[in-house]
Structure formats: C-alpha cells, structure tokens
C-alpha cells in the first residue's frame, strides 16, 4: 500500500486536476503519476522523464534505451519501474531473466549498473570504451537519463507506490537487488 494518497480524477483541484484531466484524456494515468499528482509542480519535474527518455531512444534505439532503463531500474531495486521495463523486454520479444547482450548493450549496462551503485566511481575505462560508440554529447543523454530514471526509481521505491494492474501478473518476475546487503548501515 502506497504511503501517500494515489489522487483520483474526481479529488484532483486547480493544476493537479488540468493534470490529471489530460492524462486521463490520453489513457495514460499510472499509479506513480497519481502519487505525483498531489503536487503539481512536482508531477511537472519528473514528467521531464519523458522528454530524457525521447532524446535517449533517438541517441541509443529503442531496444537498447529499454535494456539500459531496465538495468538501472532492477539495479536500483525499484519494483514498479522494474515491472514496466520487465513488459518492455517481454515486448522485444526477449526473456528478461535471461538477456544476453551484445558490445554495446553490455556497455551501456555496465555504465547503468556503476551509475545506480556508486556513481562517483564510474571507471575511466568503462568511458573509453562507451566513446567508441557514442560522443560527448550522446553520453550527456546517456548519464542525464540515468538521473531521471533513478529519481523516478526512488520516488516509486521512498513511497512504495502500488503495482500498476498491467503489472500485476508480472510481479514474480521481479527479484530485488542483493547487492545493498554488504553496504554498512
């Protein structure tokens, strides 16, 4: 159960309510963006998510934006945004819990997995190797969208926003990240 209220369209007032009413018009409420949708100037910050997401498909392809989202989400130990990216790997037609990846996939995934663990060691040689295939400013989409698919994981993950119902059957798919247990507390 989420820890905030999930805003419904008949509760949404002033610039929450013109929110919510042109998302509802596209079909594209989720239960995150009834969370975000308590504040809308805070629901207006993370909806950059898509303008990221837009450059990063024209940057990296569909396919590899959606490899890259899903490691940074399952690294990040984030259930929903996880579950979303687990359907997208389902929707290439491959088998999230056995991806196999080429040169660059496995790049880009190493960069995503480095970035959610400890950004401030993200290694010199993972950078000459990623500037094979993309330039300097390719790699500012890159990293950027790192930043807004990590905040949107920890928005979902602080509050524990609810499994959308699309999702719903695909949450045995979903294997939390171990890799936090060693960390001290």
């Known amino acids: 159960m989420a820890r905030i209220k999930l805003v419904e369209q008949n509760e949404a007032t002033g610039a929450e309510k013109e929110r919510y009413d042109e998302l509802a018009g596209r079909n594209a409420v989720t239960n995150m963006k009834k969370g975000l949708l308590n504040d809308a100037a805070t629901y207006d910050a993370y909806m950059a998510w898509y303008t990221s997401w837009n450059r990063l498909v024209e940057v990296i392809g569909e396919k590899d934006a959606i490899l890259y989202a899903h490691k940074i989400s399952t690294t990040n130990s ?3 945004c996880s579950l979303f990216f687990i359907s997208d790997v389902k929707g290439l037609g491959l088998d999230p819990a056995n991806l196999v990846y080429d040169e660059k996939e496995t790049l880009l995934t190493t960069l995503a997995e480095q970035i959610v663990k400890d950004p401030t060691s993200v290694s010199d040689e993972l950078f000459d190797k990623l500037k094979k295939f993309f330039n300097d400013q390719e790699l500012v989409v890159i990293v950027g ?21 699309r ?19």
């Open 167 to 185: 999702l719903l059957p695909l949450v045995k798919e979903f294997k939390p990240a171990t890799w936090r247990a060693d960390i001290k507390k």
């Open 145 to 165: 969208f790192a930043g807004q698919m990590i905040a949107t994981n920890n928005f979902n993950s602080v509050f524990k926003i609810d499994v959308d119902q």
């Open 78 to 80: 984030c259930q929903l």
